[in-house]
């Protein structure tokens, strides 16, 4: 039993730590006031081969492991929600899928692309009315020649319209229920595919979050990711990997609410003293930083686990669901502590504290969490 | 062409705090940190391996948890890395410093020797020029801008005034400032390979060095006192329109002969 992150993990933290603080930090207001998506720190990203972490060096990654890959994610959203969640939808949802379900040469043409950043990825599984029933897909996928033929919307993509490389969800026959969906590698400029509208949201306001539009869309078959019929398992599988993603970015919104605070409270003087001199706040912010301890420590375990190839299923959901959880509790209360000033846009908290609501929401909400660790405890 | 960095291992003083009792430095949970000019002086040399081919060597002289920064020097782009780190070098000032490292560099090939102008902890400036002179070198210091022509090394050097620009024959030392060349992130790739490579340990006897230049023995500096530097008296403020100011602080710098 080791709790120590190894040489290696602690010196790329030590680098991305670095990065976030001198080239996210500064963007981060301006990035969720104008609903702005950060192309610049992308492209920075990619000359760091940050979107290619736990990518295989053969497939042009950097070699390195998923706590490396959870360390940058909690670290960015530590400065910066939205950006946290870019390389996590890329890196979790797009290429993971592709690494662990394509063939050769779908790895040989896609990974590389997605390792250096020159391509971002995307995930397609939410439609209208196909949410947490993730099993009701209406996106319809036939077979004519050489090639599928998609119909059907997506809602609330990340990444959407600055991705080229989608992995789409899609029913090949639905009279097999969830053995009847099928996924797919959709790249931008496929006829018959595009992105529709942008939605406007609470928080992560610089991430692009769009409808995608398949109308008579062709794909070649040798983009189909999988099996035929094998794509909610695909899908589940994705998520899992995607939950330690989200539960770093929570770990990091949390753990940045704490440093804003500290900071805060140190500085704030009310009734001749600093806030942090009294007991009241002493107690309360040593509670909080006890839960991000445990959600740091639920996330690290998670990372851990897939790293060696035990099943992580439930302790993904876990970490997700705690980390979370306890993301909306410190930064509600990081606003409180803050009083008027912290619900005002002179300091982070509040939109940290908006950024935390998704992480609540997406790639599985919170009672998603709560069934996947039951089914696991009552099986 | 071949490059080689002198870096050292500081204590990152920005978090540094002073024993009001002692007057010395508290070092304990400090972050120790590449130094900052040093890692201008490594980001020269990796400009100069992007844009020529160069190999880089880069060498420190510290106790063994020095190898932190040499990896990173490996995850920037660093091809070889060198830790000096013998019992008989502890206790070395500025002077022995100096020459433990000229006896580790004569052992090595190089066309330009890069160091940092100063390090944050000791704030001499000296190391760098010192071993220009142990080993016969031409040698530039505050260096702003490097380049390369016809084999010869155009060097900008910053002066109190301004610039110079000089022509210098290789092989030659240059110490650089930090202001002048922001380093880049260790890459990802590079940090997942650093633990991998080889830091290469020598010791005193691996060094063309005499054994009485070494260590405490070699070093002639004697700290007399350590002190907190006492704050300076407030300013005094003028609240008044911009031509009466000005009138001021001319009338101020004058009675100061500053003008």
Sequence with gaps: MNFELTKTQQLFRQMIREFAEKEVKPLAAEVDEQERFPMETVAKMARLGIFGIPIPKAYGGAGGDNIMYSIAVEELSRVCATTGVIVSAHTSLCAAPILDHGTEEQKQKYLPKLASGEWLGAFGLTEPNAGTDASAQQTMAVEEGDHYVLNGNKIFITNAGYAHVYVIFAMTDKSMGTKGISAFIVEEGMPGFSVGKKESKMGIRGSATCELIFENCIVPKENLLGKIGGGFGIAMKTLDGGRIGIASQALGIAQGAMDETVKYTKERKQFGKSLSQFQNMQFQMADLQTKVEAARLLVRSASFKKDSGIPYSADAAMAKLFAAETAMEVTTKAVQFHGGYGYTREYPVERMMRDAKITEIYEGTSEVQRMVIAAKLFK | ?259
């Design chain 2, 1 to 259: 062409m071949n490059i080689v960095v002198c870096i050292k291992q500081v204590p990152d003083t920005t978090e540094i705090k002073i024993n009001p009792v002692t007057g010395t430095l508290i070092r304990d949970g400090v972050p120790s940190i590449m130094n900052p000019d040093d890692k201008g002086g490594l980001e020269l040399a990796l400009e100069l391996k992007d844009k020529w081919g160069a190999h880089v060597t880069v060498i420190t002289m510290g106790p063994p948890q020095a190898d932190l920064i040499l990896r990173e020097a490996l995850a920037m782009g660093a091809d070889r890395a060198i830790l000096l780190t013998d019992r008989k070098f502890a206790g070395a000032d500025t002077l022995a410093t100096s020459h433990a490292l000229a006896g580790a560099l004569k052992c090595l090939d190089y066309d330009l020797i890069v160091a940092g102008r100063q390090a944050i902890d000791g704030d001499t400036a000296q190391v760098g020029p010192q071993m220009a002179e142990h080993l016969g070198l031409p040698q530039v210091s505050y260096v702003a801008g490097f380049e390369m022509k016809d084999g010869k090394y155009i060097v900008k050097k910053e002066t109190e005034e301004g610039y110079q620009m000089l022509e210098v024959e290789a092989p030659a030392l240059v110490t650089v400032l930090a202001s002048a060349y922001k380093p880049r992130y260790m890459n990802v790739s590079g940090i997942v390979d650093a633990y991998g490579k080889e830091v290469e340990i020598w010791g005193a006897d691996k060094i063309d060095v005499q054994e009485n230049q070494l260590g405490l023995k070699g070093s002639p500096t004697r700290v007399n006192k350590a002190f907190t530097k006492g704050l300076k008296t407030a300013g005094e403020v003028f609240e008044v329109d911009p031509e009466e100011a000005v009138g001021i602080i001319i009338s101020r710098l004058k009675e100061k002969f500053i003008i």
